[in-house]
């Protein structure tokens, strides 16, 4: 069973930074996509960044050009850099992947922005 596993989350003032971590049990090189999600209550998922295995990157409109996605192979992690957060930017953010048709998720981490 594949796990993903996130960490970077917690309580950050409006305008300061925060780095999540995602680490895959096995190889995320065999993931076809990884990427971040957010939710909050009453509201959809919504899709934050994303990368393919080619290293193509999508972001959301509203987090381009503050959050970056990237990964390091070697530690089977992806990163979500979040920098200048804003009140908007609270929600449970969850690890996403997929490969050969399955798609795999982590526990979600919290994000508070106070302001």
């Given at each position: 069973q594949v796990q993903l596993v996130e960490s970077g989350g917690g309580l950050v003032r409006a305008g300061g930074s925060l780095r999540l971590s995602c680490v895959a049990s096995?190889?995320?090189s065999d993931f076809n996509?990884?990427?971040w999600y957010r939710?909050?209550?009453?509201k959809q998922r919504e899709l934050v960044a994303s990368i393919t295995r080619g290293?193509?990157?999508t972001y959301a409109g509203s987090v381009k050009a503050r959050f970056t996605i990237?990964?390091?192979t070697a530690k089977n992690t992806v990163y979500l850099?979040?920098?200048n957060l804003n009140s908007e930017d609270t929600a449970v953010y969850s690890c996403y992947?997929?490969?050969f048709a399955e798609s795999y998720w982590g526990q979600g981490t919290q994000?508070?922005?106070s302001s």
């Open positions: 096995m190889s995320i996509v990884m990427g939710q909050t209550p009453g290293g193509m990157t990237s990964r390091d850099q979040m920098n992947a997929s490969a994000i508070t922005v």
